[in-house]
């Protein structure tokens, strides 16, 4: 591309030099997009990670839970069968199963706070402002060559 370029400012063809400045710089971009797009894809690859070893840290937490409010239902059955007063053992496995519902809840939350805080990122307005920049760069570059062919 810079043979192409000088050969084009030799030759006083300015639309030409504009050409290959601007494929050159649409290469350097891709370049750049794709070196930025791997290390954000790395960075949510780790982040996935921590998300993935802490939902398997609720998920066996929650499993405990669960084989423990099966044994207390199942004591609470048997408790039940033996006592004629069926609603306050009725009222504490409402209340064990609402504080698992909660705790499901509060997981679900924390999922989705990380994944807007990921999307609500900067990084799109940083791109779009480094293009207008490497634009005006384009220019910059196009024009400085011209006066060194010139001198």
Known sequence: ?????????????????????????????????????????????????????????????????????????????????????????SQEEDRMLEKVREGVQKTKEQADGTRITYENSADVQMKRLDKKMKDEELQKKLDALKAAQKK
């Open 1 to 89: 591309m810079d043979l192409s370029v000088a050969s084009c400012i030799d030759r006083n063809d300015d639309e030409g030099a504009k050409v290959y400045l601007t494929r050159q710089q649409e290469i350097t971009d891709k370049i750049e997009t794709i070196k930025t797009t791997l290390k954000e894809l790395k960075e949510n690859r780790d982040v996935q990670k921590e998300n993935l070893t802490a939902l398997q840290e609720e998920i066996k937490s929650l499993k405990a839970e669960k084989d423990k409010a099966v044994f207390t239902l199942e004591a609470a059955e048997t408790v039940k069968s033996l006592q004629s007063a069926t609603s306050t053992s």
